[in-house]
């Protein structure tokens, strides 16, 4: 936003200028009807009210200006002789010259304020902002320093153990340990992924790339994003859902993390249900889950980047999954919001505008 030499933004300069004409237009109309049961000092001390109200808007220059043209209609339409620049008495001169001097140091003074007022807004803007990255860099470090090496130690002690000369691993064992391998690989580079998904949403540097899709065509490369142990989900999206038009990477990416959270906290003999459905002229899919759910007071703080509510041992990732969904989302001009599940659990509901 442009703004002026005193540091007042430009609109706010132009609203003065507009209430300055507006203001003493109404106010000389009002007095020049009841102007002869009142003294030059209460003119005066309305105009000065006035001239205070635009500098409170505008700032310094507009309120000047409105001064000046003020202190004209008072000699011309109510210091006798009227209607003429000649000023009878000298109190009343002493009167206008009093006048634009108050009026300009009031004017002066309040834009003063303004700025100072906006200065220190912007320094605590500042603060707040340099408080949130070093939050965040902690945060970060935080991960990087446990969530991102555990799986890189697990992969180095498969890959240790398999290289031993002198042991040789049956079939099955080698088996196991490529297994362990893979899955700490798909876990590491979720992980990343999230990160740097994180880091797009905050910086604003997503690309969308949008187009019509059908989410039946979305969940399935969903899935397959994900590790093979965690493809055992229930999906109930039926090919007749309106399409919507969506980036399908981003969904697909958001998709898999309400999954994996989801997995993460459902039983074992509970499959996590994905299920579509149109609800007027919105299309919504729910990742459903039967684990311990979450209190409506925390909800909130889920979205929030590195939050792990009621975080437990082998709880996989860095507390990013829900805040990527969520930016991805409404990056999209979808929504992401939080239901319960009938019979006990917590329910992750996206919604998107259909499109006929």
Same mark, same amino acid.
């Given at each position: 936003?442009?703004?002026?030499?005193?540091?007042?933004?430009?609109?706010?300069?132009?609203?003065?200028?507009?209430?300055?004409?507006?203001?003493?237009?109404?106010?000389?109309?009002?007095?020049?009807?009841? &102007?002869? &049961?009142?003294?030059?000092?209460?003119?005066?001390?309305?105009?000065? !009210?006035?001239?205070?109200?635009?500098?409170?808007?505008?700032?310094?220059?507009?309120?000047?200006?409105?001064?000046?043209?003020?202190?004209?209609?008072?000699?011309?339409?109510?210091?006798?002789?009227? &209607?003429?620049?000649?000023?009878?008495?000298?109190?009343?001169?002493?009167?206008?010259v009093v006048f634009l001097l108050?009026?300009?140091? $009031?004017?002066?003074?309040?834009?003063?304020?303004?700025?100072?007022?906006?200065?220190?807004?912007?320094?605590?803007?500042?603060?707040?902002?340099?408080?949130?990255?070093?939050?965040?860099?902690?945060?970060?470090?935080?991960?990087?320093?446990?969530?991102?090496?555990?799986?890189?130690?697990?992969?180095?002690?498969?890959?240790?153990?398999?290289?031993?000369?002198?042991?040789?691993?049956?079939?099955?064992? !080698?088996?196991?340990?490529?297994?362990?391998?893979?899955?700490? !690989?798909?876990?590491?580079?979720?992980?990343?992924?999230?990160?740097?998904?994180?880091?797009?949403?905050?910086?604003?540097?997503?690309?969308?790339?949008?187009?019509?899709?059908?989410?039946?065509?979305?969940?399935?490369?969903?899935?397959?994003?994900?590790?093979?142990?965690?493809?055992?989900?229930?999906?109930?999206?039926?090919?007749?859902?309106?399409?919507?038009?969506?980036?399908?990477?981003?969904?697909?990416?958001?998709?898999?993390?309400?999954?994996?959270?989801?997995?993460?906290?459902?039983?074992?003999?509970?499959?996590?249900?994905v299920r579509g459905s149109a609800?007027?002229?919105?299309?919504?899919?729910?990742?459903?889950?039967?684990?311990?759910?979450?209190?409506?007071?925390?909800?909130?703080? +889920?979205?929030?980047?590195?939050?792990?509510?009621?975080?437990?041992?082998?709880?996989?990732?860095?507390?990013?999954?829900?805040?990527?969904?969520?930016?991805?989302?409404?990056? +999209?001009?979808?929504?992401?919001? $939080?239901?319960?599940?009938?019979?006990?659990?917590? !329910? +992750?509901? +996206?919604?998107?505008?259909?499109?006929?």
């Amino acid at each position: 936003m442009a703004r002026g030499d005193a540091g007042l933004p430009t609109k706010r300069r132009l609203a003065g200028a507009l209430l300055g004409a507006g203001s003493l237009t109404a106010l000389t109309v009002a007095l020049l009807a009841v &102007h002869t &049961h009142l003294g030059l000092p209460s003119i005066l001390l309305l105009y000065l !009210t006035a001239i205070v109200a635009i500098a409170l808007i505008g700032g310094t220059w507009p309120a000047l200006v409105s001064a000046v043209l003020a202190s004209a209609l008072i000699n011309w339409l109510f210091t006798p002789p009227t &209607h003429t620049w000649t000023i009878a008495d000298p109190e009343n001169v002493l009167a206008l010259v009093v006048f634009l001097l108050v009026a300009g140091v $009031v004017s002066y003074l309040v834009d003063r304020d303004a700025r100072a007022r906006a200065d220190a807004e912007r320094r605590r803007n500042e603060t707040e902002s340099l408080e949130k990255v070093n939050e965040l860099r902690t945060a970060i470090l935080a991960a990087v320093s446990h969530d991102l090496r555990t799986p890189l130690a697990a992969i180095k002690a498969s890959v240790s153990s398999l290289r031993e000369p002198d042991v040789t691993w049956s079939p099955v064992d !080698t088996a196991g340990f490529l297994e362990a391998i893979e899955e700490e !690989t798909d876990r590491l580079t979720s992980l990343v992924g999230n990160l740097l998904d994180m880091s797009r949403i905050q910086t604003g540097s997503l690309v969308l790339v949008p187009r019509l899709v059908g989410l039946d065509e979305v969940v399935p490369r969903a899935l397959a994003t994900l590790p093979s142990s965690a493809r055992d989900v229930i999906v109930e999206v039926s090919e007749t859902l309106p399409r919507v038009e969506i980036d399908p990477e981003l969904l697909e990416r958001a998709i898999a993390n309400l999954i994996s959270n989801a997995r993460q906290w459902s039983p074992p003999a509970e499959p996590v249900t994905v299920r579509g459905s149109a609800d007027d002229g919105r299309v919504v899919l729910r990742v459903i889950d039967h684990g311990p759910g979450v209190p409506p007071e925390a909800r909130d703080r +889920m979205f929030l980047p590195f939050q792990r509510l009621g975080d437990r041992s082998g709880t996989n990732g860095v507390g990013l999954g829900l805040a990527v969904a969520r930016g991805f989302v409404e990056a +999209m001009d979808g929504s992401l919001f $939080v239901e319960d599940t009938i019979g006990g659990g917590l !329910t +992750m509901a +996206m919604t998107f505008e259909a499109t006929t």
